[in-house]
Nanobody, 115 residues
Framework: QVQLVESGGGLVQAGGSLRLSCAAS????????MGWYRQAPGKQRELVAY???????NYADSVKGRFTISRDNAKNTMYLQMNSLKPEDTAVYYC?????????WGQGTQVTVSS
């Protein structure tokens, strides 16, 4: 089992920045890749960015150039640096870890961007 705990969400004005953290614990050796998803009210959950164990990254077009995903293997923690935030970035952000047999999810952290 893998446990994921997000932190760092909050309320910020448009143009501002936030950094989300996702701390992993448990059987972290099964993790193949990690990512951030988000879900806005009335919308489907969507992929924001992911990072593989080899360090390769990928981003949704809507966040390219504004968000940066990274991880600190020594701390078993993944980050999402979010800059130039827009009101449309408002959502619950979820940490995801892909294991050998299943995906793991955190509880989510709310990000609200005011205009």
């Amino acid at each position: 089992q893998v446990q994921l705990v997000e932190s760092g969400g909050g309320l910020v004005q448009a143009g501002g920045s936030l950094r989300l953290s996702c701390a992993a614990s448990g059987s972290i050796f099964v993790i193949k890749a990690m990512g951030w998803y988000r879900q806005a009210p009335g919308k489907q959950r969507e992929l924001v960015a992911y990072i593989t164990t080899g360090g390769s990254t990928n981003y949704a077009d809507s966040v390219k150039g504004r968000f940066t995903i990274s991880r600190d293997n020594a701390k078993n923690t993944m980050y999402l640096q979010m800059n130039s935030l827009k009101p449309e970035d408002t959502a619950v952000y979820y940490c995801n870890a892909m294991g050998d047999l299943r995906a793991y999810w955190g509880q989510g952290t709310q990000v609200t961007v005011s205009s």
